[in-house]
């Protein structure tokens, strides 16, 4: 017969327990390849808080053309003297300068995803502006007497923003700063000022104005909707 004995532990003596090892893990030093992901995204972040804010320039200056061209139509309509002509030729150089900002905001939102597009829409812009200068700079020179000249070069600007309306489109959809919605209609009321053009002529020019304003509204609206954007 086999006889099983159990050792109790004597009186008074500490009861054993179990041994808790805690381990502690230490901090592992940043490596290269995590401080390069960390700048990456610091500068990520900052590149889109950048193109937010030029956007936001550039539809705030397609706004105030968009207030500056339409009085400047009553203006003209209504014969008006010597006096009205220099007001009409201060208004467009006005619109020249807002212009330059336009390209400027559109050109740095959309570079980092559409370079090329974006420094065509700038060039193209700058063009538009130039020509308005010429404009005003021979109206102010011809008085009254210049209004038919200068109609004949507003249309011949509009010919050149609309071929910018066109290339804005396509830089808004590369680089991804508007739904496309928005990109489309700016590029199509481009496309609609051209054909315009070609059936009746840069001359008239109230035909010409209707969709080259719309797309300049559809491009403000895009543009401040890529700078009001709420932060992902």
Known sequence: MTTTTTTRPRPGAPTPTARVSVVTRRAEPRTGATRTLGARTV????AVGHSRRTARSGGA???AVLLLTVPVLGLLDAAPPSGSTLDVAASFLVVAGLDVL???????????RAHPAAYAALLSRLGHALLLV???VLLASRGAAGIPAFRDDWGT?????????????????RARLAPRT??????????????LAAAAGPAALL?????????EAVLAAALLQHALRPSR
């Open 43 to 46: 500068a990520a972040r900052a």
């Open 61 to 63: 200056a397609v706004v």
């Open 102 to 112: 336009v390209g400027r905001g559109l050109y740095l939102a959309a570079r980092h």
């Open 134 to 136: 010429v404009a005003a």
């Open 157 to 173: 600007a509009l010919l050149v923003l609309a071929v910018h309306l066109g290339i804005a489109g396509v830089a808004l959809w």
């Open 182 to 195: 928005l990109c489309a209609g700016v590029a199509l009321c481009g496309a609609v000022t051209l054909a």
């Open 207 to 215: 035909p010409l104005l209707v969709p080259a304003l719309a797309g």
